[in-house]
């Protein structure tokens, strides 16, 4: 793999890249799916989220990002109200924000999912500039700059003409990776990134996490790789139930836990 290029300063340097979330609470029909989760991230702290299949994890990125709408509770990125406003003297205490608002909040956070989501029809460069000409108008030169950079720092710019299909998954994803770089975010939301990765390739887009993990991002990774939860992010999170069981300290959390269910979830998937 090709050594990263430096990386650029973000438009979105001022920005606190905090996350913050009290009480959060997600249902779907009877099904709760968050049970009052309270979370706060710091500015530039790697945090993973691991647990079972169902405990939540995915569900707790989307709703930071507002693609699923909490039922109670609040999350704040960057120190504002994510998806919706305060409407002080109603009698509903808040408002949904319109899709340009939302925009603007979603541009300050990178998401990046299990299954890439990139246009088939498109070729890599294109959904790499994509979102940067259309969400936050950069002219279409620069955007192909600060594409091509981006590629390179994941390895892909010799792909630039390539669609999709014609890569393999771990390509695929790093692509995923360089479009939400585009964006200059200062938060960064990873759902289960290797997941839908053959065993061969789940390196490659480890590799591409560890070296963000370096740069000051804000990071959430919910993942399955418990080498890359250890060795790699400051915090870790475990998750059942739709509820925060335990968290800590990545080393001390899978060296000491101290929750029963925390032991024997590690127990059985480091037996793996």
């Known amino acids: 793999m ?36 309270s979370l706060q991230i710091p500015r530039g702290e790697v945090v ?63 998401m990046v999912f299990q299954n890439f989501n990139l246009f088939p029809s498109m070729t890599v460069l294109e959904n790499v500039t994509l979102a940067p000409r259309t969400v936050l108008g950069i002219p ?29 998954g771990g390509q695929q994803q790093r692509v995923a990776i360089a479009r939400a770089l585009a964006m200059e975010p200062s938060v960064m939301l990873f ?21 963000l993990a370096t740069r000051g991002f804000t990071m959430i990774v919910v993942t399955h790789e418990m080498g890359f939860a250890r060795d790699v992010c400051d915090r870790v999170v475990f998750m059942e139930g739709g509820e925060i069981v335990e968290s800590g300290e990545a080393h001390t959390l899978f060296s000491s ?5 925390t032991q024997q979830f590690l127990e059985r998937v480091l037996q793996q």
Do not use: W
């Open 48 to 110: 993973a989220i691991i647990g079972p299949s169902g405990s939540g994890k995915s569900t707790l990125l989307r709703c930071i990002n507002a693609l699923e709408k909490i039922d109670s509770g609040s999350i704040l990125v960057n120190g504002e109200e994510i998806g919706r406003r305060p409407t002080p003297g109603s009698k509903h205490p808040y408002a949904e924000l319109n899709p340009r608002e939302l925009a603007r909040q979603r541009a300050h956070i990178g």
């Open 191 to 211: 759902d289960e990134p290797t997941s839908a990765l053959d065993p061969e390739l789940v390196g490659e887009v480890i590799r591409v996490l560890k070296e």
């Open 2 to 37: 090709n050594t990263p290029a430096a990386p650029k300063q973000s438009r979105n340097q001022s920005v606190d890249g905090t996350i913050k979330l009290e009480n959060v609470v997600k249902r779907f029909g009877q099904n709760t799916v968050l049970d009052g989760v």
């Open 140 to 168: 279409a030169d620069r955007a192909r700059e600060s594409a091509l950079a981006h590629l390179r720092e994941v390895a892909m710019a010799d792909f630039v003409d390539r669609y999709p299909r014609t890569l393999s």
């Open 257 to 261: 836990p101290t929750n029963p269910r």
